[in-house]
């Protein structure tokens, strides 16, 4: 059975306030990194997919996506094929 | 016969008996409910106690939200049965959508214990009854995802409609929006807040006053009068 692998990004809406990701990047100078102006933290979900990644299994996943994964109240997610059977396909952009 | 308070236990669950022991200072019968029970056990009121749960690894409340308890929550709720969630119960009703908004980390991302003064600003919800408009009570606060957040037409709409049920005075503990400690529906009959007023019913313990007591006789008050 052909394993595909998906991505689901899923970030905070920008107008949200991110303190993980100020608190990342007020450390950066610290350590020696300068020049980097903002960070924002967000959550990336890997799913090994059985099967063929077709329309309907990518269906399938948006809806995982915008019912589980992510809380679109405050969260922005993206779904895209990574690995396996149906990578070439155009990877596929949600915003919520 | 007294009224039937419901109290759900989740994994990870940890003020579910002191949310009995206050329904029961109040005079009314504690229902434990598990999280994987659908029925209900015929109880005239429901509370989402605090504490973390086990929904908390992806968001907090989040896998919660998808008890089998919960069906039979968000379909009693809708039909006008009391429910009360504190602390990660009223993460888990913003997650349902029951609430509006979401909550997040604190904004110094760090967890807080403290008392915590509120100001009661509808005292017209099931749950709010023994208390009047205005009045200030202190009961504990203890949380690290506590920030409430929503977009600024949700905001405006809670505010015109009078559901911001309690604002923190003094100090915002956590960065929640326009200093909302808690919220209810549309109808009155669901509400929501960070703050624990299970720990402060009994002068021995928490803050040393009984403030929160008010909750669990509102409820009494909203039964009998049903």
Same mark, same amino acid.
Request: glycine fraction near 10%; charged fraction near 25%; aromatic fraction near 6%.
């Given at each position: 059975m052909p394993v595909a692998r998906v991505v689901v990004d899923v970030m905070l809406k920008p107008e949200i306030l991110d303190p993980q990701g100020q608190a990342v990047q007020r450390a950066l100078p610290r350590l020696? /990194?300068?020049?980097?102006a903002d960070v924002r933290q967000g959550k990336r979900f890997e799913l090994e997919v059985e099967g063929p990644v077709d329309d309907a299994a990518l269906a399938r996943i948006h809806q995982i996506a915008e019912t589980f994964?992510?809380?679109t109240v405050i969260e922005d997610f993206s779904v895209k094929v990574e690995a396996g059977?149906?990578?070439?396909a155009t990877a596929v952009k949600a915003e919520s | 016969m007294t009224a039937r308070v419901g109290v759900i236990t989740f994994p990870g669950t940890l003020d579910d008996r002191d949310t009995q022991r206050a329904v029961r200072a109040a005079g009314l019968e504690a229902v434990p409910l598990w999280h994987r029970d659908k029925d209900l056990k015929q109880v005239d009121a429901v509370i989402l106690p605090g504490g973390f749960s086990y929904g908390d690894y992806l968001r907090a409340g989040a896998i919660s939200r /998808?008890?089998?308890v919960m069906d039979s929550v968000i379909d009693q709720a809708k039909a006008g049965m009391p429910v009360l969630g504190i602390c990660n119960g009223f993460q888990v009703l913003t997650e349902t959508h029951l609430l509006p908004g979401a909550m997040l980390r604190n904004n110094h991302l760090h967890f807080i214990c403290r008392d915590q003064k509120l100001r009661v600003e509808n005292a017209e919800t099931a749950w709010t009854r023994s208390y009047e408009r205005g009045q200030e009570i202190n009961i504990p606060l203890k949380n690290i995802d506590g920030r409430y957040v929503a977009d600024e037409r949700v905001l405006d709409e809670l505010e015109a409609e009078g559901r911001v049920v309690f604002r923190y005075q003094e100090l915002n503990p956590n960065g929640s929006l326009r200093d909302i400690a808690g919220i209810c529906n549309a109808a009155g009959n669901v509400v929501g807040l960070?703050?624990?007023?299970?720990?402060?019913?009994?002068?021995?313990?928490?803050?040393?006053?009984?403030?929160?007591?008010g909750f669990f006789t509102s409820i009494l008050k909203r039964l009998v009068s049903a």
């Amino acid at each position: 059975m052909p394993v595909a692998r998906v991505v689901v990004d899923v970030m905070l809406k920008p107008e949200i306030l991110d303190p993980q990701g100020q608190a990342v990047q007020r450390a950066l100078p610290r350590l020696g /990194f300068e020049g980097i102006a903002d960070v924002r933290q967000g959550k990336r979900f890997e799913l090994e997919v059985e099967g063929p990644v077709d329309d309907a299994a990518l269906a399938r996943i948006h809806q995982i996506a915008e019912t589980f994964l992510a809380n679109t109240v405050i969260e922005d997610f993206s779904v895209k094929v990574e690995a396996g059977e149906g990578a070439d396909a155009t990877a596929v952009k949600a915003e919520s | 016969m007294t009224a039937r308070v419901g109290v759900i236990t989740f994994p990870g669950t940890l003020d579910d008996r002191d949310t009995q022991r206050a329904v029961r200072a109040a005079g009314l019968e504690a229902v434990p409910l598990w999280h994987r029970d659908k029925d209900l056990k015929q109880v005239d009121a429901v509370i989402l106690p605090g504490g973390f749960s086990y929904g908390d690894y992806l968001r907090a409340g989040a896998i919660s939200r /998808f008890s089998p308890v919960m069906d039979s929550v968000i379909d009693q709720a809708k039909a006008g049965m009391p429910v009360l969630g504190i602390c990660n119960g009223f993460q888990v009703l913003t997650e349902t959508h029951l609430l509006p908004g979401a909550m997040l980390r604190n904004n110094h991302l760090h967890f807080i214990c403290r008392d915590q003064k509120l100001r009661v600003e509808n005292a017209e919800t099931a749950w709010t009854r023994s208390y009047e408009r205005g009045q200030e009570i202190n009961i504990p606060l203890k949380n690290i995802d506590g920030r409430y957040v929503a977009d600024e037409r949700v905001l405006d709409e809670l505010e015109a409609e009078g559901r911001v049920v309690f604002r923190y005075q003094e100090l915002n503990p956590n960065g929640s929006l326009r200093d909302i400690a808690g919220i209810c529906n549309a109808a009155g009959n669901v509400v929501g807040l960070m703050p624990h007023p299970e720990h402060a019913v009994e002068p021995l313990i928490g803050t040393g006053r009984t403030d929160g007591l008010g909750f669990f006789t509102s409820i009494l008050k909203r039964l009998v009068s049903a």
